[in-house]
């Protein structure tokens, strides 16, 4: 089955940066489709950015222009680049593989902005 680990959260200052890991045990990475959600208590996850099979991506407004999510392939590895974090960037993030009807998820990674 399926299995996907995430990485890179923490704890960070407002304005600063982390990178997010998510490394996927799938034969076939390249055709999975991947986004990055977000979850805060008593809220709907939301899709943070998604990057598909062939390259393309999208972000949430509240993200676009500060985060950047990109894959390596023969790593079976996607990323999620976040700068210029804010207080309200504080959330578990989860790395979520699509193809077809078939969704897998992580485990999820804290990541938290705070002074």
């Known amino acids: 089955q399926v299995q996907l680990v995430e990485s890179g959260g923490g704890l960070v200052q407002p304005g600063g940066s982390l990178r997010l890991s998510c490394v996927a045990s799938?034969?076939?990475?390249?055709?999975?489709?991947v986004g990055w959600y977000r979850q805060v208590p008593g809220k709907q996850r939301e899709l943070v950015a998604f990057?598909?099979?062939?390259?393309?991506?999208n972000y949430a407004d509240s993200v676009k222009e500060r985060f950047t999510i990109s894959r390596d392939n023969a790593k079976n590895t996607v990323y999620l680049q976040m700068n210029s974090l804010k207080p309200e960037d504080t959330a578990v993030y989860y790395c979520?593989?699509?193809?077809?009807?078939?969704?897998?998820w992580g485990q999820g990674t804290q990541v938290t902005v705070s002074s």
């Open positions: 979520s593989l699509h193809f077809l009807d078939n969704n897998y």
């Open positions: 799938v034969r076939i990475f390249s055709t999975f489709a």
């Open positions: 990057i598909a099979s062939g390259g393309s991506t």
